[in-house]
């Protein structure tokens, strides 16, 4: 963990990171907005701007990606969930890193853990998400960023034809629903809106 933990704070040295910003900001139509219990801004744009912190909505729900409880122990689920709303809950909040490639990584905000398929499932199903603590070399923590206009493909390295999907999209959405990286559909079930905080 130690290692993991050393070799996450170079890669983030390179990586834009997010700071508190003072004063006070236009909050009127979501242009920017400061999140006052931890002073991060977002900017109410779509789309990946490069390294960050991010918050990632599932484009058919509008749910956010969350580290169950924000644990930290390897193997907790990653499911999508309602946003914290005033409050900041850094299990909703991820770091993409850039790990060169074409590929990145990304980190949970309040654990450090990485947002990781499942190993060893056979080709063609879906993997579940967890956040791991498993090297950033590791296929099944790293991803390839594709852009549709505003929304994002987040593409498995471990499973070349899977994408981050979340489970039963033709069900009833709902909270503590689990993310996977599932096989590519091209539909927008398979899209996520990103919202950038610095």
Not at 3 to 21: G, K, M, N, Y
Request: hydrophobic fraction near 35%.
């Amino acid at each position: 963990m130690q290692l993991l933990q050393f070799v996450i704070s170079l890669l983030l040295c390179s990586a834009a990171t997010a700071i508190p910003v003072a004063g006070s900001l236009n909050d009127d139509y979501g242009v920017t907005r400061r999140d006052e219990s931890s002073g991060l801004v977002s900017r109410e744009s779509s789309g990946y701007q490069g390294p960050g912190v991010y918050t990632l909505a599932y484009h058919a729900t509008n749910l956010r990606a969350d580290l169950y409880l924000g644990g930290s122990a390897p193997g907790t689920p990653i499911n999508q969930w309602g946003s914290s709303g005033p409050y900041y809950n850094a299990h909703q909040y991820w770091q993409i890193a850039d790990v060169g490639q074409g590929q990145v990584i990304i980190i949970n905000n309040g654990t450090g853990t990485l947002f990781s398929a499942a190993s060893s499932v056979p080709n063609g199903q879906a993997a579940n998400c967890t956040g791991q603590a498993y090297p950033p070399w590791e296929p099944e923590s790293r991803w390839i960023v594709e852009t549709q206009g505003n929304y994002v493909i987040f593409k498995s390295v471990a499973y070349p034809n899977n994408v981050m999907d979340v489970l039963n999209p033709e069900q009833p959405y709902g909270q503590n629903t689990p993310v996977q990286a599932a096989p590519r559909s091209g539909t927008k079930d398979q899209q996520w809106v990103l919202q950038l905080h610095v």
